[in-house]
């Protein structure tokens, strides 16, 4: 079966730098779309980033400059390099998986991913 599991968060200060890994098992990693989502306390679900088959990107507008995602095929793995963090980046992040048909389709709805990953926190201090 598919399974996503993230590694790398943690206790950072405020403009510290992370970098979330998610390695996932159970598919043809390159013929899906990835993102990652995250989740304050008591808030819903909110995109972060997405990147295609074909490694287009695309982030939401709060962490656009400051976040970077990537993907490594061979290695099955869906990176997300985190800096210049803020308080309010504090989060549960988790990755998500879905098959895309086309190397340009990424999506950014939490509806439109199939599978989700347990989560990773992060945790920025001010």
């Known amino acids: 079966q598919v399974q996503l599991v993230e590694s790398g968060g943690g206790l950072v200060q405020a403009g510290g730098s992370l970098r979330l890994s998610c390695a996932a098992s159970?598919?043809?990693?390159?013929?899906?779309?990835m993102g990652w989502f995250r989740q304050a306390p008591g808030q819903g679900r909110e995109f972060v980033s997405a990147?295609?088959?074909?490694?287009?990107?695309y982030y939401a507008d709060s962490v656009k400059g400051r976040f970077t995602i990537s993907r490594d095929n061979a290695a099955n793995t869906v990176n997300l390099q985190m800096n210049s963090l803020k308080p309010e980046d504090t989060a549960v992040y988790s990755c998500?998986?879905?098959?895309?048909?086309?190397?340009?389709?990424?999506?950014?709805?939490?509806?439109?991913?199939?599978?989700w990953g347990q989560g990773t926190q992060v945790t920025v201090s001010s």
């Open positions: 159970g598919l043809t990693f390159s013929s899906y779309a």
């Open positions: 990147i295609s088959r074909g490694g287009s990107t």
């Open positions: 998500a998986a879905n098959p895309a048909n086309y190397r340009g389709t990424y999506y950014t709805k939490p509806n439109e991913y199939n599978y």
